[in-house]
T-cell receptor, first 112, second 113 residues
Framework: EAQVTQNPRYLITVTGKKLTVTCSQNMNHEYMSWYRQDPGLGLRQIYYSMNVEVTDKGDVPEGYKVSRKEKRNFPLILESPSPNQTSLYFC???????????FGPGTRLTVT | SQQGEEDPQALSIQEGENATMNCSYKTSINNLQWYRQNSGRGLVHLILIRSNEREKHSGRLRVTLDTSKKSSSLLITASRAADTASYFCATASYFQGAQKLVFGQGTRLTINP
């Protein structure tokens, strides 16, 4: 089944404790991206990747890191999480940036 | 930077009625896409309309695009309780030499039985 998976689905952590949210797709897509969704603000892009070893900042990259060592995986790293990073996070993949996006189920992160 | 803006922000109708949501944007686009999101879940792609198309249908969905007015509408006919969800438009355009997809803030649709 074609899908995008994210782990964990729910995470509660404390300020400053490094964490990684994994994202994996099995559709051989070139393009992957991370979004955060906050009430009243819609979806905002954090980082995206056009291909392996090619990543770039989205609209709200501060406090986040990503890597794309393999085509299927695109982890999101929070080196020192802060409460303002409490949000619902989505990973998405697509053959190209302008094509239909396939979204993961989301990761709800709470930073206390 | 936000591109698409949906209107209304929330819409509540009776089952069986038609629901219309609108999306306006500011710059030239390559295509415009509509997505549905059930509460707290991942977005699901509904339909893509290219900049040279004016109307597109998929089942009970009808999407129109007016590039002169920089606007699009999504019509859901004969609504069902299962259509209750948030609907987002997303515009694909070139930005600083790269393709970019930008989502609006969404319309919350409630279908009352």
């Amino acid at each position: 089944e074609a899908q995008v998976t994210q782990n964990p689905r729910y995470l509660i952590t404390v300020t400053g404790k490094k964490l990684t949210v994994t994202c994996s797709q099995n559709m051989n897509h070139e393009y992957m991206s991370w979004y955060r969704q906050d009430p009243g603000l819609g979806l905002r892009q954090i980082y995206y990747s056009m291909n392996v070893e090619v990543t770039d900042k989205g609209d709200v990259p501060e406090g986040y890191k990503v890597s794309r060592k393999e085509k299927r995986n695109f982890p999101l790293i929070l080196e020192s999480p802060s409460p303002n990073q409490t949000s619902l996070y989505f990973c998405a993949s697509s053959p190209l940036a302008a094509y239909e996006q396939y979204f993961g189920p989301g990761t709800r992160l709470t930073v206390t | 930077s936000q591109q698409g803006e949906e209107d209304p922000q929330a819409l509540s109708i009776q089952e069986g009625e038609n629901a219309t949501m609108n999306c306006s944007y500011k710059t030239s686009i390559n295509n415009l896409q509509w997505y549905r999101q059930n509460s707290g879940r991942g977005l699901v792609h509904l339909i893509l309309i290219r900049s040279n198309e004016r109307e597109k249908h998929s089942g009970r969905l009808r999407v129109t695009l007016d590039t002169s007015k920089k606007s699009s509408s999504l019509l859901i006919t004969a609504s069902r309780a299962a259509d209750t969800a948030s609907y987002f438009c997303a515009t694909a355009s070139y930005f600083q030499g790269a393709q970019k997809l930008v989502f609006g803030q969404g319309t919350r649709l409630t279908i009352n039985p």
